[in-house]
């Protein structure tokens, strides 16, 4: 068993999870096979993600939902799912995205089981197929050739995702439940978001304090220019190239979905932007909104110095990605409000 506290230490609570895990594995695998090893992965921030390997050889993923394994400082609002913005926390939000995903014959890993009731252990969980293939980021690393036709197939699903509408905006379960979410469009949400994120960047970073009034007009100039729209579509929210996986077929797989939502599709593309730089261009989407590109890509600007700095007030162990992840993005924020760092 491989898995561990943050500290390193083997406990009580590790081998409880270890016991919830292994129940979990005979459940969703069965054939009389064991549970091996659990191995937690590095990445997850918000829930734990653990490789279940049997003792045969079959494999598996298992997505804990439990506040041990939420690495984020806990904030107000965090569980208000009328905030399209707030934490995608919980297996309802899975479910829901899963199979509005699936529906739009996106590629998603499949559930082999699900875990609300208690029957485990006391943690939500999901265990679900293992994709078997490497991320879209390793494979852009390893072999831009070869990550061409999934890029492809990506543009494809995102075509799907893009061409769905809902009657409002906000996280999928919310919508799809007849619910409603805060504020009266995407852009006032993104731009409250905005404001929220400069003011916590501005408290821990001595740069941002100086040029948080350059910013703020910034932003409330780029909202005005924005026109109003009533329709929403599909967004995964923040599909980087390490929330997708390759399968053995060559076709990309959508993980970490909890955070899906209905949407401006300017959204998705902006990360898209972000995170892929050159290797977005076989993804681009015609008819995009050029002053909804403008406001959302300053507000992630913001969001990816604020959001991990907030999560360096924690114990998150990979602390140098994080400052690197943080440092880059304030420094472009700084050259969209004009004027360098001052």
């Known amino acids: ?21 292994a129940g979990a594995a005979r459940a969703a695998l069965g054939g009389g096979r064991r549970l091996a ?40 609002g965090d569980d208000d799912l009328a905030d399209p913005f707030s934490p995608g926390l919980g297996l309802d939000l899975f479910e829901a995205a ?29 265990v679900v197929e293992d994709v078997r293939g490497e991320s879209l980021e390793a494979l852009l690393a390893r072999d831009r050739r070869a990550a061409a036709p999934v890029l492809e197939r990506l543009g494809e699903a995102l075509a799907a995702m893009r061409g769905h509408r809902a009657p409002g905006y906000g996280k999928v379960a919310v919508v799809d439940a007849g ?22 960047a501005a408290v821990r970073d001595p740069r941002i304090a100086r040029a948080r009034d350059r910013l703020e007009e910034r932003l409330t100039e780029l ?50 932007r972000i995170r892929l730089h050159d290797d977005y261009r076989p993804l681009a989407a015609a008819g995009l909104d ?26 998150f162990p990979d602390r140098a990605t994080m400052a690197g992840i943080a440092e880059y993005n304030l420094n472009r924020a700084l050259d969209l409000a004009g004027g360098g760092p001052g």
Request: proline letters at 4%; aromatic letters at 6%.
């Open 1 to 21: 068993m491989t898995t561990e506290r943050r500290d390193g230490r083997m406990t009580a609570e590790v081998a409880a999870v270890r016991e919830q895990l």
């Open 37 to 76: 090893r659990a191995e937690r992965l590095s990445g997850g921030s918000k829930k734990g993600v653990y490789r279940l390997v049997l003792d045969d050889g079959t494999t598996a993923f298992a997505y804990r939902w439990d506040d041990a394994e939420n690495y984020w400082p806990a904030a107000e």
């Open 98 to 126: 899963h199979a509005r995903l699936a529906g739009l014959g996106v590629r998603v890993p499949a559930i082999r089981l699900v875990d609300r009731d208690g029957v485990h252990g006391p943690s939500d969980l999901a």
């Open 179 to 200: 619910g409603r979410s805060h504020g009266g469009s995407c852009e006032e949400v993104v731009l409250a978001r905005a404001r929220r994120d400069l003011a916590e």
């Open 223 to 272: 909202a005005a220019a924005v026109r109003p729209r009533a329709e929403h579509a599909v967004v995964h929210g923040e599909l980087g190239p390490d929330h997708v996986l390759v399968d053995p077929v060559g076709r990309p797989t959508l993980i970490d979905l909890e955070g899906t939502m209905y949407f401006d599709v300017e959204w998705e593309h902006v990360f898209l």
């Open 290 to 315: 050029g002053h909804r590109i403008a406001l959302y890509l300053l507000a992630q600007r913001l969001s990816l110095t604020a959001g991990p700095l907030r999560l360096l007030d924690g114990d």
